[in-house]
């Protein structure tokens, strides 16, 4: 059974940090690519960030170069997301996501809220 579980979300002051995690299982993480994606109240989800199942090179939304950084521990089956200096558009919920060919999976999501 293939699970994406994502941690790490929550409430944060703008100008701050958070760091999302999400751990894979049921597939072999080392194989996928994966993903951060995020998608505001009323908006299209959109893709954050990508690594390949290599670590490198990795990929940015503009927005979000300098500020986010994605990683992988392929040992632990878990990808991150800092992120960092972070702006009220910045709330999102955010999504992992793994893709290989034709294999796509999603986790379930972790909001962000970015406020003061």
């Known amino acids: 059974q293939v699970q994406l579980v994502e941690s790490g979300g929550g409430l944060v002051q703008p100008g701050g940090s958070l760091r999302l995690s999400c751990v894979a299982s049921g597939f072999i993480f080392s194989s996928y690519a994966m993903s951060w994606y995020r998608q505001a109240p009323g908006k299209e989800r959109e893709l954050v960030a990508t690594i390949p199942n290599t670590g490198s090179p990795t990929n940015y939304k503009d927005s979000m170069k300098g500020r986010f950084t994605i990683s992988r521990d392929n040992a632990k089956n878990t990808v991150y997301l800092q992120m960092n200096s972070l702006k009220p558009e910045d709330t999102a919920v955010y999504y992992c996501?793994?893709?290989?060919?034709?294999?796509?999976?999603w986790g379930q999501g972790t909001q962000v809220t970015v406020s003061a």
């Open positions: 996501n793994a893709r290989l060919s034709f294999y796509n999976y």
